[in-house]
């Protein structure tokens, strides 16, 4: 590695020790203190994700269009919150830059909306979906044969899904989440080695210090908005889990999938739909974001 290189990792290395807060994955009520030394870090850019989209017109190909429900489709509540959130964002946190990876009903794949979160140097990737259970396959009798029971099986619609999930990138990703850190290191040094040695003690103790903070960042987050979404607008929550969802690995950067509602369920597609509803759904997110920027942006002695 070049001697450049070597001392970027350490200098690195030494600011990335001194930015990271300790967070619990549980969340506890913490000690106040009489004085708070700032980090110096500052959350400049959120990169909000409004999950799926329609087919492009003039295009070919299969564009996946998301869940649906009896009325309304993911691509266009997503889009819609989507508007709503960079609105309320940019008013209670002017400081902030508010970036969407789409604008419109068009689709973006997962890739392109990977690139714009690292092209624009994300401090946090919000991904929003709308959630939905596939059919279920029941067994109906129809008839006997030599005195045998005959039977078909259908297909029914499974409604029976409700409130939200938050999704983080599971460990599987490791790999793709490695590779997503090291360019965008490497696009803020040119003479960065674009292939840090393994066996390098510095490199790999730089890389994995990245990784966790992204995941505790990324869970801590996660956890903000799930008790913003339960303890303040009374919805049922499925929790927290890690899934291998690639636009988050790709993001270098903590990452949070919102499944914000189930839209095959009814009372959750007419609370998706509602002003009401999309107003809560924003209003949350804004809190556990506004939360967490108060956190990593300052430390306790």
């Known amino acids: 590695m070049k001697n450049k290189a070597l001392k970027r990792l350490n200098y690195g290395l030494s600011l990335l020790l001194t930015l990271i807060p300790v967070f619990s994955f549980a969340l506890t009520t913490h000690t106040k203190h009489d004085t708070v030394t700032t980090t110096g870090y500052k959350l400049r850019t959120i990169i909000v994700d409004p999950g ?28 819609a ?36 979160a ?26 006997h044969k030599h005195h045998k029971p005959v039977y078909h099986y259908v297909d029914v619609p499974d409604r029976s899904g409700r409130g939200v999930l938050m999704l983080v990138y599971g460990f599987h990703r490791t790999k793709e989440e490695e590779n997503a850190i090291k360019k965008n290191l490497i696009e803020d040094d040119a003479e960065m080695d674009t292939n840090p040695d393994p066996n ?50 790709h993001s270098a950067m903590p990452a949070v999938l919102v499944e914000t509602g189930f839209i095959d369920n009814p009372d959750d597609e007419a609370y998706l739909n509602s002003e009401k509803g999309q107003d809560e759904i924003v209003a949350s997110i804004v809190r556990a974001i506004e939360s967490y920027k108060a956190e990593v942006e300052q430390v306790s002695p």
């Open 52 to 79: 799926h989209g329609g087919k492009p017109s003039g295009t070919t190909g299969n564009y996946s269009h998301g869940a649906s429900g009896s009325y309304s489709s993911e691509r266009n509540v997503t889009l």
């Open 118 to 143: 690292n092209e624009n140097k994300g401090d946090l990737f919000i991904s929003l979906h709308c959630n939905s259970l596939p059919d279920r396959r029941i067994r109906e009798l129809v008839g």
């Open 200 to 249: 390098d003690p510095e490199a790999m103790i730089l890389m994995n210090e990245y990784k966790r903070k992204y995941r505790t960042r990324s869970i801590h987050l996660a956890e903000l908005i799930n008790s913003e979404f339960v303890d303040t607008d009374g919805r049922h929550s499925d929790g927290i889990r890690e899934q291998g969802v690639l636009v988050l690995c």
């Open 81 to 116: 919150l989507a508007l709503k959130l960079q609105k309320e964002l940019e008013k209670e946190l002017p400081s902030v830059k508010v970036v969407l990876t789409r604008s419109n009903e068009d689709d973006v794949s997962w890739q392109r909306r990977a690139e714009i």
